[in-house]
């Protein structure tokens, strides 16, 4: 299969993220696509796409972008549906299945979805007031 990005390998790999895969699995499950020309049309296409004018682009180039662009609306609209069956499972009650709607978000959007370490609050970080009603019950408890 030949490595050239094209129209059609932009639309079904987008299609494939849309559905839940990875975007580079997808390319190489459908076109063949080894790792390292993924690896080289997504730099390019990430390289460009903040750039305002594209007009001085090769073609290539812009199909690097273009692919970015659309595979990064396809997972977004992705995560969408997710998070929007996630909450529909919890509001359902359905105890181990919003589970897995939130491990399949973990997993795929870590930066967005994963646990996250609890800082310990300091003494600064509790108000006087719950503090001293704190202290109060604990001697009241200890008197009784």
């Given amino acids: 299969m030949p490595q050239q990005l094209d129209k059609d390998v932009i639309l079904k790999v987008e299609l494939a993220v849309q559905g839940g895969e990875w975007p580079s699995e997808a390319a190489k499950r459908l076109f063949g696509v080894s790792p390292k020309t993924w690896g080289s049309w997504w730099a390019r296409g990430v390289e460009f796409y903040d750039d305002a004018d594209k007009s001085g682009l090769d073609p290539h180039d812009r199909l690097c972008v273009e692919l970015v662009g659309r595979v990064w ?29 939130k491990t399949l978000l973990e997993l795929r959007q870590p930066d967005r979805w994963r646990k996250r370490e609890m800082e310990k609050a300091s003494a600064r970080d509790v108000a006087p007031e719950e503090e001293f009603r704190r202290l109060a019950e604990a001697e009241k408890a200890k008197r009784s």
């Avoid at 977004?76 to 709607?101: C, D, I, P, T, Y």
């Fill in 73 to 101: 609306v396809a997972e977004a609209e992705w995560e969408n549906r997710m998070r929007k069956a996630w909450q529909q499972s919890l509001e359902n009650g359905k105890a181990g299945v919003w589970l897995g709607f």
